[in-house]
């Protein structure tokens, strides 16, 4: 009986010597997702537009422009003015889905071949570069204009938002 006694004591301190470290490992897991990590995930807030684009006003360059308006998708590149004279996209989140996607030859370049970080909604800036810009053009002259393009639509999509990275 003493023997069951004693096992029956080294098995609950074992398992909360186990619930213990459970316990710390679940709060360094929460201090390193919401003290280091969260920052990094966290998307800015938009800069609404509050009045239509007007395309005679020259904020935007008229190939940029077209390319926008000649779009497939071009609803989701609505063009506004916010608080600040900048403009913006009415639906940034649409508008960097559907330029991610129409823009690939000008970004996969730098992404394989420059070894940049993946392009996402938080991490662009480094793409809107002119160096970056350069090397793609050179490495392949047929999408000089598309490159452009590319940068003034990361332009007017880092204006969409407060704070970039």
Do not use: C
Request: glycine share 6%.
């Amino acid at each position: 009986m003493d023997k069951v006694k004693k096992y029956g004591k080294i098995a609950i301190a074992a398992l909360a010597v186990l619930a213990l470290i459970g316990i710390a490992l679940i709060a360094l897991l929460l201090y390193a997702w919401i003290g280091i990590l969260l920052p990094f995930y966290n998307v800015p807030n938009e800069n609404k537009a509050v009045v239509e684009y007007n395309p005679d006003s020259g904020l935007v360059s008229q190939a940029t422009y077209d390319a926008l308006i000649n779009s497939n998708k071009s609803e989701k590149f609505e063009l506004g003015v916010n608080e600040d004279g900048q403009v913006v996209f009415v639906h940034p989140y649409k508008a960097f889905g559907r330029a991610k996607s129409e823009y690939k030859n000008v970004w996969k370049y730098a992404d394989k071949e420059l070894g940049l970080k993946h392009l996402s909604r938080t991490y662009y800036i480094e793409y809107m570069n002119d160096d970056i810009l350069a090397q793609i053009v050179e490495a392949n002259p047929d999408v000089t204009g598309d490159a452009k393009i590319y940068k003034e639509i990361l332009e007017i999509y880092s204006h969409s938002y407060n704070k970039h990275r």
